[in-house]
């Protein structure tokens, strides 16, 4: 996660997204850190969205996201999950990885069940109602093609359509949202 040329790769995706989807994005980090990183670097990308940081003293983005005064249509319509959500290391994972035989069974029935958890719960912040439409993006390698949490990733998220291109997820934003929302409501968090 320190590498600049990863860094550089994130950032180039999330301005691709964030642009394909007029904005209204919420971008999923498991790290302060990076998220700060990947802030600074897309900040002067995305000049034509308002961009909103949440940070560890200051967790009010997610209502000023909302406030928004120039979203037009859905608030939120897009989500890039950057990492998929393992849980973190702590006292009571290291305590749950004694309770396994191995540390592949530990992953398998503990953390990666715990990791569709949160996934879903990313994927809800987008889809709330039935009539709801958007975009769930993840951009960590180990849900790609040959990854080796795909089949997972896939599984906890049949119920959506998958493009692997930019160019799907702007026509499908073409296709179900409406013209104030292609022409206006920019807005990103």
């Given at each position: 996660?320190?590498?600049?040329?990863?860094?550089?790769?994130?950032?180039?995706?999330?301005?691709?997204?964030?642009?394909?989807?007029?904005?209204?994005?919420?971008?999923?980090?498991?790290?302060?850190?990076?998220?700060?990183?990947?802030?600074?670097?897309?900040?002067?990308?995305?000049?034509?969205?308002?961009?909103?940081?949440?940070?560890?003293?200051?967790?009010?983005?997610?209502?000023?996201?909302?406030?928004?005064?120039?979203?037009?249509?859905?608030?939120?319509?897009?989500?890039?999950?950057?990492?998929?959500?393992?849980?973190?290391?702590s006292q009571l994972m290291e305590y749950k990885k004694t309770q396994y035989d191995t540390v592949r069974e530990f992953v398998q029935e503990c953390?990666?069940?715990?990791?569709?958890?949160?996934?879903?719960?990313?994927?809800?912040?987008?889809?709330?109602?039935?009539?709801?439409?958007?975009?769930?993006?993840?951009?960590?390698?180990?849900?790609?093609?040959?990854?080796?949490?795909?089949?997972?990733?896939?599984?906890?998220?049949?119920?959506?359509?998958?493009?692997?291109?930019?160019?799907?997820?702007?026509?499908?934003?073409?296709?179900?949202?409406?013209?104030?929302?292609?022409?206006?409501?920019?807005?990103?968090?």
């Amino acid at each position: 996660m320190d590498d600049p040329e990863y860094i550089q790769a994130v950032c180039d995706e999330i301005v691709k997204l964030v642009h394909a989807t007029r904005g209204h994005t919420a971008i999923l980090f498991t790290s302060y850190r990076m998220l700060r990183m990947v802030y600074e670097k897309v900040k002067k990308r995305l000049l034509d969205y308002r961009l909103i940081q949440m940070t560890r003293s200051d967790k009010t983005a997610i209502g000023q996201f909302k406030r928004e005064k120039n979203c037009a249509g859905d608030v939120l319509s897009s989500v890039i999950i950057v990492r998929l959500p393992f849980p973190l290391r702590s006292q009571l994972m290291e305590y749950k990885k004694t309770q396994y035989d191995t540390v592949r069974e530990f992953v398998q029935e503990c953390a990666i069940p715990q990791m569709i958890i949160k996934l879903r719960q990313g994927a809800g912040r987008l889809i709330r109602t039935e009539n709801d439409t958007g975009v769930i993006a993840i951009l960590d390698s180990r849900a790609a093609k040959n990854g080796p949490y795909r089949e997972r990733v896939l599984t906890a998220l049949s119920q959506y359509p998958l493009t692997p291109s930019i160019y799907g997820v702007e026509q499908f934003i073409s296709a179900v949202k409406g013209t104030e929302y292609l022409e206006g409501g920019r807005a990103s968090a």
